[in-house]
Protein backbone atom coordinates (compact mmCIF):
# COMPACT_ATOMS: atom_id res chain seq x y z
CA UNK A 1 0.00 0.00 0.00
CA UNK A 2 3.17 2.48 1.09
CA UNK A 3 4.53 1.79 -2.10
CA UNK A 4 1.18 2.12 -4.10
CA UNK A 5 0.78 5.39 -2.73
CA UNK A 6 4.66 6.57 -3.44
CA UNK A 7 4.42 5.19 -6.96
CA UNK A 8 1.16 7.73 -7.23
CA UNK A 9 2.91 10.67 -5.58
CA UNK A 10 6.06 10.16 -8.24
CA UNK A 11 3.96 10.25 -11.28
CA UNK A 12 1.49 13.12 -10.14
CA UNK A 13 5.00 15.30 -9.41
CA UNK A 14 6.54 14.48 -12.70
CA UNK A 15 2.91 15.31 -14.43
CA UNK A 16 2.53 18.55 -12.80
CA UNK A 17 6.16 19.89 -13.27
CA UNK A 18 5.75 18.89 -16.70
CA UNK A 19 2.47 20.44 -17.56
CA UNK A 20 3.99 24.30 -16.81
CA UNK A 21 6.51 22.89 -19.06
CA UNK A 22 3.87 22.80 -21.86
CA UNK A 23 2.42 25.68 -21.20
CA UNK A 24 5.78 27.50 -21.84
CA UNK A 25 6.10 26.32 -25.29
CA UNK A 26 1.78 26.84 -26.00
CA UNK A 27 2.67 30.09 -25.21
CA UNK A 28 5.90 30.07 -27.78
CA UNK A 29 3.22 28.58 -30.09
CA UNK A 30 0.39 30.30 -29.84
CA UNK A 31 2.29 33.92 -29.88
CA UNK A 32 4.07 32.33 -33.87
CA UNK A 33 0.70 31.54 -34.98
CA UNK A 34 -0.96 34.41 -34.50
CA UNK A 35 2.27 36.35 -35.58
CA UNK A 36 1.83 34.23 -38.90
CA UNK A 37 -2.34 35.22 -38.84
CA UNK A 38 -1.75 38.84 -38.84
CA UNK A 39 1.03 38.72 -41.55
CA UNK A 40 -1.55 37.36 -44.15
CA UNK A 41 -3.83 39.20 -43.02
CA UNK A 42 -2.01 42.35 -43.89
CA UNK A 43 -1.50 40.80 -47.32
CA UNK A 44 -5.06 40.11 -47.61
CA UNK A 45 -5.69 43.72 -46.85
CA UNK A 46 -3.20 44.31 -49.77
CA UNK A 47 -4.67 42.11 -52.19
CA UNK A 48 -7.88 42.89 -51.20
CA UNK A 49 -7.64 47.04 -51.48
CA UNK A 50 -8.83 47.11 -48.24
CA UNK A 51 -9.32 50.82 -47.36
CA UNK A 52 -7.75 52.58 -44.44
CA UNK A 53 -9.58 55.30 -43.41
CA UNK A 54 -13.26 53.96 -44.66
CA UNK A 55 -12.50 55.99 -48.49
CA UNK A 56 -9.03 54.52 -49.75
CA UNK A 57 -6.48 52.19 -49.76
CA UNK A 58 -2.96 53.51 -47.78
CA UNK A 59 -0.92 54.78 -50.86
CA UNK A 60 2.31 52.47 -49.37
CA UNK A 61 -0.22 49.41 -48.18
CA UNK A 62 0.12 47.61 -45.31
CA UNK A 63 2.73 46.70 -43.27
CA UNK A 64 4.02 45.24 -39.90
CA UNK A 65 6.71 47.17 -37.68
CA UNK A 66 8.76 44.72 -35.24
CA UNK A 67 10.18 45.66 -31.70
CA UNK A 68 11.55 43.83 -29.25
CA UNK A 69 7.91 43.40 -27.03
CA UNK A 70 5.33 43.68 -29.74
CA UNK A 71 4.51 44.55 -33.27
CA UNK A 72 1.96 47.01 -34.81
CA UNK A 73 0.15 46.00 -37.78
CA UNK A 74 -0.17 49.30 -40.09
CA UNK A 75 -1.27 51.38 -43.09
CA UNK A 76 1.39 52.86 -44.58
CA UNK A 77 -0.62 56.00 -45.11
CA UNK A 78 2.98 57.74 -46.77
CA UNK A 79 3.87 55.51 -48.91
CA UNK A 80 7.76 55.47 -46.96
CA UNK A 81 7.57 51.95 -46.26
CA UNK A 82 8.18 52.33 -42.62
CA UNK A 83 6.02 52.62 -39.96
CA UNK A 84 4.74 56.27 -38.83
CA UNK A 85 3.36 57.60 -35.33
CA UNK A 86 -0.69 57.43 -36.22
CA UNK A 87 -0.60 54.23 -38.54
CA UNK A 88 -1.37 51.86 -36.56
CA UNK A 89 -4.36 49.41 -36.95
CA UNK A 90 -3.31 46.78 -33.88
CA UNK A 91 -0.68 46.49 -31.52
CA UNK A 92 0.43 43.03 -30.66
CA UNK A 93 2.20 42.24 -27.42
CA UNK A 94 2.99 38.90 -26.99
CA UNK A 95 2.70 36.89 -23.41
CA UNK A 96 6.37 36.32 -22.26
CA UNK A 97 7.79 36.35 -25.74
CA UNK A 98 10.53 38.54 -26.90
CA UNK A 99 10.83 39.59 -31.25
CA UNK A 100 13.85 39.53 -32.88
CA UNK A 101 14.42 40.39 -36.84
CA UNK A 102 16.66 39.73 -39.39
CA UNK A 103 19.55 42.45 -39.65
CA UNK A 104 21.03 43.74 -43.10
CA UNK A 105 24.23 45.62 -42.74
CA UNK A 106 24.11 46.36 -39.12
CA UNK A 107 20.15 47.52 -39.78
CA UNK A 108 17.46 45.45 -37.88
CA UNK A 109 14.74 44.89 -40.37
CA UNK A 110 11.73 46.06 -38.73
CA UNK A 111 9.24 47.08 -41.14
CA UNK A 112 7.92 44.37 -43.10
CA UNK A 113 5.24 45.96 -46.03
CA UNK A 114 2.68 44.49 -48.50
CA UNK A 115 2.50 47.09 -51.42
CA UNK A 116 -0.69 46.93 -53.75
CA UNK A 117 -1.10 45.73 -56.75
CA UNK A 118 0.73 42.14 -56.15
CA UNK A 119 1.40 42.49 -52.10
CA UNK A 120 5.07 42.46 -52.65
CA UNK A 121 7.03 42.43 -49.39
CA UNK A 122 9.13 45.33 -48.67
CA UNK A 123 12.13 45.69 -45.80
CA UNK A 124 12.75 48.99 -44.57
CA UNK A 125 11.82 50.93 -46.98
CA UNK A 126 13.21 49.47 -49.62
CA UNK A 127 11.88 49.78 -53.13
CA UNK A 128 9.99 46.33 -53.12
CA UNK A 129 12.31 44.74 -55.01
CA UNK A 130 14.53 42.16 -53.09
CA UNK A 131 16.68 43.54 -50.71
CA UNK A 132 20.48 42.43 -50.54
CA UNK A 133 20.13 40.74 -46.76
CA UNK A 134 16.84 38.72 -48.19
CA UNK A 135 18.30 37.39 -51.17
CA UNK A 136 21.69 35.86 -49.65
CA UNK A 137 18.87 34.22 -47.37
CA UNK A 138 16.63 33.00 -50.61
CA UNK A 139 14.22 36.02 -50.62
CA UNK A 140 12.95 35.33 -46.79
CA UNK A 141 12.70 37.53 -43.94
CA UNK A 142 12.88 35.54 -40.68
CA UNK A 143 11.29 36.70 -37.73
CA UNK A 144 12.76 35.00 -34.04
CA UNK A 145 10.21 34.66 -31.56
CA UNK A 146 12.11 33.94 -27.93
CA UNK A 147 10.26 32.71 -24.64
CA UNK A 148 11.21 34.74 -21.87
CA UNK A 149 11.72 32.35 -19.51
CA UNK A 150 12.62 29.23 -21.60
CA UNK A 151 14.89 30.61 -24.31
CA UNK A 152 13.06 28.64 -26.66
CA UNK A 153 12.87 30.07 -30.37
CA UNK A 154 10.79 29.45 -32.96
CA UNK A 155 11.63 30.94 -36.46
CA UNK A 156 8.52 32.77 -38.34
CA UNK A 157 9.49 33.25 -42.02
CA UNK A 158 8.04 35.20 -45.01
CA UNK A 159 9.30 34.97 -48.65
CA UNK A 160 9.74 38.60 -49.47
CA UNK A 161 9.15 37.49 -53.22
CA UNK A 162 6.13 34.79 -52.80
CA UNK A 163 4.56 36.34 -49.97
CA UNK A 164 4.58 32.86 -48.08
CA UNK A 165 4.53 32.93 -44.40
CA UNK A 166 5.15 29.92 -42.13
CA UNK A 167 7.42 28.88 -39.10
CA UNK A 168 10.25 26.86 -39.56
Known amino acids: MLVS ?3 LAII ?5 SNFREGEKKS ?3 MAANVLISD ?3 VQNMVLNGAEWDGQTMPTGGYGIYFSEDEYIMFADNNGNKKYDAGENIKIVEPFNVSIGADECDGDILSNLIFSPPKANG ?3 GDSCSPCDCAIKNGGV ?3 TLTHDKTG ?7 NQI ?3 AGIE
Open 5 to 7: ISV
Open 12 to 16: TTLAI
Open 27 to 29: QLN
Open 39 to 41: IRK
Open 122 to 124: CLN
Open 141 to 143: FNI
Open 152 to 158: DQIIASV
Open 162 to 164: SGR
